[in-house]
């Protein structure tokens, strides 16, 4: 069975909305979500701290109990950043200012040299990396030459596609990538913008080992509390 990794990104950005408050606390639904079944906690820390802050970092690296996994963007800032907190999995993922969430994969065949730089760097310091691209055979090619330990496939075209075919399309593009990153033998995880519909199409494609998962999550926990948000969507990914 794949597992989940629950993004607590959003809790922070509620908490950041205001500014001058302290909850709701991304650490205390980092615990939650764990209570809940959830096999590691995700956070992305970005450059300009739009919503998980330095201290979130700090303080979840000593109190998860699964693994907690940094996204971050290839800058030296957050590589030093890794070297000395140490999360369990480091997933690069890129990043601009003006965006709302991260929107599209890294593109190796541009930044491939210096993103080979940081993975090593990562690596060499025991932190596994996963490569957040695109479905794309030329891109989990080159991951594999970088010497990624995983990719995480961008799901974002898929869930955002209107019609059905557009749809199909887009998972079939996501599964033959993630059966030629399985093949290369890296880990396979799949992520962005999934949530308690889109995940019911990963249905047999058991190369994927893990799903992060944010935004879903976080928006149904405001109804109906951290614990039953993960919960059921455990419940959906132990059907696939
Ligand atoms: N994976 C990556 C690399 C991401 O950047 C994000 C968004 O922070 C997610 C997964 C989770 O996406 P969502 O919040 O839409 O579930």
């Known amino acids: 069975m794949a597992g989940l990794a629950v993004n607590v990104d959003h809790v922070a950005t509620l908490r950041q909305a205001r500014g001058n408050v302290s909850y709701p606390d991304p650490v205390a639904a980092a615990v939650l979500a764990e209570l809940a079944g959830a096999d590691g906690i995700v956070i992305h820390l970005r450059e300009d701290r739009r919503h998980i802050q330095d201290r979130d970092l700090k303080i979840l690296r000593s109190t998860v109990q699964t693994k907690l996994i940094l996204e971050m963007a290839s800058t030296s800032e957050m590589t030093r950043m890794a070297l000395s907190i140490k999360p369990d999995a480091v997933t690069l993922v890129p990043e601009k200012r003006s965006e709302l969430t991260t929107e599209g994969g890294l593109n190796l065949m541009i930044h491939g040299s210096s993103i080979a730089e940081t993975v090593a760097k990562l690596q060499d310091a025991d932190i596994p990396v996963s490569i957040f691209i695109d479905p794309d055979p030329e891109q989990i090619k080159l991951a594999h030459k970088i010497h990624a330990s995983?990719?995480?496939?961008?799901?974002?075209?898929?869930?955002?596609?209107?019609?059905?075919?557009?749809?199909?399309?887009?998972?079939?593009?996501?599964?033959?990538?993630?059966?030629?990153?399985?093949?290369?033998?890296?880990g396979v995880n799949a992520g962005?913008?999934?949530?308690?519909?889109t995940i019911t199409y990963f249905r047999g494609l058991d190369e994927i080992s893990e799903f992060s998962i944010g935004h879903s999550i976080v928006s149904r926990a405001v109804l109906v509390g951290m614990e039953r948000a993960v919960r059921e969507m455990i419940a959906l990914i132990k059907e696939l």
């Open 150 to 186: 995983m990719v995480e496939i961008h799901t974002g075209e898929f869930c955002d596609a209107k019609t059905g075919k557009k749809r199909e399309k887009a998972f079939s593009k996501i599964e033959d990538a993630a059966k030629l990153a399985y093949r290369l033998k890296m």
């Open 192 to 197: 962005h913008g999934l949530c308690y519909q």
